[in-house]
């Protein structure tokens, strides 16, 4: 049974910077693409960033280019998403996922199988 636990959540003030960690079990972890979504409050969710089995490719979402960051360490079967000068629109709970057989990157939120119980993040103005 995959599981997948995020932490790192928390408060920060408008500029800040916060990184979040999730750590997954169950099978092997390196064999797939690990993605990052978020649900701000009265929102859908949506795609944050996403990055292949190998850490070769990754995806982001427009509104994070430039400011956020996924990465992987296969060996500790985390992945982080490091998230630099926040703004009070990243307010969100973010979750890590990862699809049942897919190592490509993919965007698309029904691609994604599995999902952890979420890290919120609120960003103070």
């Known amino acids: 049974q995959v599981q997948l636990v995020e932490s790192g959540g928390g408060l920060v003030q408008t500029g800040g910077s916060l990184t979040l960690s999730c750590v997954a079990s169950g099978r092997i972890f390196s064999d797939y693409t690990m993605g990052w979504f978020r649900q701000a409050p009265g929102k859908e969710r949506e795609f944050v960033a996403a990055?292949?089995?190998?850490?070769?490719?990754?995806e982001y979402a427009q509104s994070v280019k430039g400011r956020f960051t996924i990465s992987r360490d296969n060996a500790q079967n985390t992945v982080y998403l490091q998230m630099n000068s926040l703004k009070p629109d990243d307010t969100a709970v973010y979750y890590c996922?990862?699809?049942?057989?897919?190592?490509?990157?993919?965007?698309?939120?029904?691609?994604?199988?599995?999902w952890g119980q979420g890290a919120r993040v609120t960003v103070s103005s």
């Open positions: 996922a990862t699809p049942k057989y897919i190592a490509h990157i993919t965007t698309l939120e029904s691609e994604y199988d599995y």
């Open positions: 990055i292949s089995w190998n850490g070769g490719n990754t």
